[in-house]
Every structure is written in C-alpha cells, then in structure tokens.
C-alpha cells in the first residue's frame, strides 16, 4: 500500500486512460463487523458492480478477469482485513492497481471514467488541519505532520540531533547544568537544586535547540503550515528564541512530550488549532460574500466548473453530498449540466474539485448550512 500524499494524489489526478475504476467503501478496525467479514463482503459487491458495469463497455470476460484480478485478490487476504481503518480507496485500471487505507469514513460508491474519482480524499488532504508538531525535550525529538484524522510519525534523524548530549557533549552535567528536573503527574517539570537552569545551561539548551531549528528548517523551507510545540514550560521561550520557522505558533502543549502518546498529542493539537482553522474557513467564507459585488465570486454551477478547469478559483466550497453530472466541452470551455449519470457524462463535481487543487486552490466540503451560497451546490471565491 502507498501512502496517500499530496504528490500520489496529483499523480493519480493527471491519470488519463479508458477503464479508469475508482472504489470507496466505509471499514472497521474492530468489532463484530471485523469478526463477520462485513467489510470483505461490500467490496466483493462492488467488484461485481464494476463487472457488470465493464461489460458495458464491450469488454471480454478474460480482460475484465485481468483488470480486477488484484482486487479480487485482497479479499481472501486476511492480515489485510484485520488492519482496517475507517475507509477504504481503491484505484484501479488495466495498468494500475492501488488502495489506500485511510483514518476517513467514506460513502459507498464506485466509479468508471478515463480518470479517477478523487473527490472523497480531499478532507484528508486538506490544508484546513493540516500542521507539524515538534514534540521536544533534552531527551528526546520527535517530528509529527499533523492531518484532521491522524498523526503521522516523520523519520528526521539524518536531520534532526536526538538529544541534547549529541550537541553539547555527554559531560555536560558534571560541567554546566546545576539542576536536575523530575516530573508531576501532569508531566510539568519541576526543579531542583538551584530552582531553574542556570545561565550556563540556559546556553547550552539554546546551543541545543539551533541544532533542532537547522534541521527543521532544512525540512520546512517551502512549508507554511503551523508548526507546535510541545514541550516543558521552561523550555518554550528558549526554543522560541532560537527558532527561525515563521509559522510557529504562539500557543504551545505544556507538558513532557515523552510521556504522551500520539493519539494525545493529536487530540490536544487538533484542539488548540480549531479556532486557527476555522478562523480561515470563516474568513474565505466572508471573502466570498464581500466579492459578489465585485463578480470575484460565483455560486452558478456551470460558471464555477468552468473556472476550476481554468485555473480561477481560490477556494471552492462543495455541498457535502452533492453531484453534478455532465460534460465539459473543451472546444468552447463550457460546462453541460446534465440529470444523470449516463452515457459520456462524468462528475463534475468530480472535475471541478481535483482541478482547484491541481491549480493549488483550496476546497472544502461543507453541511448544506455552512455554504455561503446555501442554494447552490458549488460555491467559488475567484482569483480573477
């Protein structure tokens, strides 16, 4: 299985070949479901739809064999049943065959087309929950990228010192720090000795977190997304002071990272940014409303379509649940709304969401009440 980065998912978006198959179905990690093989049971369903589907298209029953062969295979697969999360997304066609097993409860559905349907992992991928956590201590550096649905572990130590002796030395107790920490159950650190570090080994933490910064930096130049911290009061203001990385943020995770698990850390994190990441959903939502006056924002469907393929839009805001089927005519660049799924018609829904962020546009998906324009599926807020 791949990972499900943003590099993957533009890889698969630039995908064009006929018998193009796309397959989401909802799983579980645990439970009577996992134990009555309800899972196994759905995608067998629709891997018999998409049979069906595919002789439609006038293939022979040995070339349908070929194409879903790999699917059909990860059924009797057992160890991958049991390591299921909240959804599964799988890409298919005569040439490719992947799956992704994601942390994102999708709606059941399958897909055939010259490309594939990609608009359920967007809220994966999203930037709205986006960020990176530095979870830091003498002891110990540990870098997380941060998505809505998961915390992932980030590799770094080619980068990164692991700790402070790698910096300073291995005697540098015995020669600067006159103080020894131990921990509450809070994990706060508490001080002993002389009540706080000395000045001397103020410098050397801070000679220790230029270390951290370098590598961080090397990993986050072209980056722009938050950045926290999770460390131990005292230490805060010693790796401000020696950070570079402009996106920082100011609030940080009290507490001795080394006694928190990822999943904590995740939850807290996700807290801490809510109003950071909502403040920018609101303020695109408020952009949008302002530029009506000015045509730099639209909500008429086959106008917003059209100007994702163009390039145009800045943030898109897509109707949770919606679809739109049609066809876009490339001879005169417009959009054909059409009642449904038949024939050459392809979701434009689809076409317009994949297309924004291929153009490095933002998109989200939005409960019917949250959309600036409620009456419309599509809403736009334009670049030009």
């Given at each position: 299985?791949?990972?499900?980065?943003?590099?993957?998912?533009?890889?698969?978006?630039?995908?064009?070949?006929?018998?193009?198959?796309?397959?989401?179905?909802?799983?579980?990690?645990?439970?009577?479901?996992?134990?009555?093989?309800?899972?196994?049971?759905?995608?067998?369903?629709?891997?018999?739809?998409?049979?069906?589907?595919?002789?439609?298209?006038?293939l022979k029953d040995h070339e349908i064999d070929k194409i879903l062969r790999p699917?059909?295979?990860?059924?009797?697969?057992?160890?991958?049943?049991?390591?299921?999360?909240?959804?599964?997304?799988?890409?298919?066609?005569?040439?490719?065959?992947?799956?992704?097993?994601?942390?994102?409860?999708?709606?059941?559905?399958?897909?055939?087309?010259?490309?594939?349907?990609?608009?359920?992992?967007?809220?994966?991928?999203?930037?709205?929950?986006?960020?990176?956590?530095?979870?830091?201590?003498?002891?110990?550096?540990?870098?997380?990228?941060?998505?809505?649905?998961?915390?992932?572990?980030?590799?770094?130590?080619?980068?990164?010192?692991?700790?402070?002796?790698?910096?300073?030395?291995?005697?540098?107790?015995?020669?600067?720090?006159?103080?020894?920490?131990?921990?509450?159950?809070?994990?706060?650190?508490?001080?002993?000795?002389?009540?706080?570090p000395s000045e001397q080994a103020k410098k050397e933490i801070f000679k220790f977190?230029?270390?951290?910064?370098?590598?961080?930096?090397?990993?986050?130049?072209?980056?722009?997304?938050?950045?926290?911290?999770?460390?131990?009061?005292?230490?805060?203001?010693?790796?401000?002071?020696?950070?570079?990385?402009?996106?920082?943020?100011?609030?940080?995770?009290?507490?001795?990272?080394?006694?928190?698990?990822?999943?904590?850390?995740?939850?807290?994190?996700?807290?801490?940014?809510?109003?950071?990441?909502?403040?920018?959903?609101?303020?695109?939502?408020?952009?949008?409303?302002?530029?009506?006056?000015?045509?730099?924002?639209?909500?008429?469907?086959?106008?917003?379509?059209?100007?994702?393929?163009?390039?145009?839009?800045?943030?898109?805001?897509?109707?949770?649940?919606?679809?739109?089927?049609g066809i876009y005519e490339s001879e005169t660049n417009q959009a054909v709304v059409?009642?449904?799924?038949?024939?050459?018609?392809?979701?434009?829904?689809?076409?317009?969401?994949?297309?924004?962020?291929?153009?490095?546009?933002?998109?989200?998906?939005?409960?019917?009440?949250?959309?600036?324009?409620?009456?419309?599926?599509?809403?736009?807020?334009?670049?030009?």
């Amino acid at each position: 299985m791949k990972h499900l980065s943003a590099e993957r998912f533009h890889k698969l978006a630039n995908i064009r070949q006929a018998h193009c198959i796309s397959i989401f179905i909802p799983t579980h990690r645990a439970g009577m479901e996992v134990n009555e093989l309800v899972d196994q049971k759905h995608l067998k369903n629709k891997i018999k739809a998409v049979r069906e589907e595919l002789r439609t298209y006038k293939l022979k029953d040995h070339e349908i064999d070929k194409i879903l062969r790999p699917a059909e295979k990860i059924l009797e697969d057992t160890g991958f049943w049991s390591s299921q999360m909240e959804g599964l997304a799988i890409f298919i066609n005569p040439e490719l065959f992947e799956y992704y097993t994601l942390p994102v409860g999708f709606e059941p559905r399958t897909y055939i087309s010259d490309h594939f349907y990609l608009e359920p992992l967007i809220p994966y991928l999203n930037d709205n929950g986006h960020f990176y956590l530095l979870a830091l201590s003498l002891k110990d550096v540990r870098v997380y990228e941060g998505f809505p649905h998961e915390l992932k572990h980030l590799v770094l130590d080619e980068l990164l010192p692991a700790r402070l002796e790698e910096v300073v030395g291995f005697d540098y107790q015995q020669k600067n720090l006159q103080f020894r920490t131990g921990h509450t159950d809070s994990g706060q650190a508490m001080f002993h000795g002389h009540g706080a570090p000395s000045e001397q080994a103020k410098k050397e933490i801070f000679k220790f977190f230029r270390g951290v910064n370098q590598g961080m930096m090397q990993f986050l130049y072209d980056k722009n997304h938050p950045l926290i911290l999770a460390a131990v009061d005292y230490l805060v203001p010693i790796y401000k002071e020696a950070n570079d990385y402009k996106y920082l943020y100011d609030e940080f995770l009290p507490g001795n990272p080394e006694y928190e698990k990822p999943h904590q850390l995740h939850q807290k994190a996700k807290a801490l940014l809510k109003d950071h990441f909502d403040g920018k959903r609101r303020e695109k939502i408020g952009a949008f409303e302002e530029a009506l006056a000015i045509k730099r924002s639209s909500f008429r469907e086959e106008e917003v379509i059209v100007a994702a393929i163009n390039g145009r839009i800045d943030t898109l805001f897509i109707r949770k649940g919606a679809e739109i089927w049609g066809i876009y005519e490339s001879e005169t660049n417009q959009a054909v709304v059409r009642e449904k799924q038949e024939g050459q018609n392809v979701s434009l829904v689809n076409m317009a969401a994949v297309n924004t962020i291929l153009n490095s546009g933002t998109v989200y998906i939005l409960e019917p009440d949250e959309m600036p324009e409620p009456s419309a599926r599509l809403n736009a807020l334009l670049r030009f």
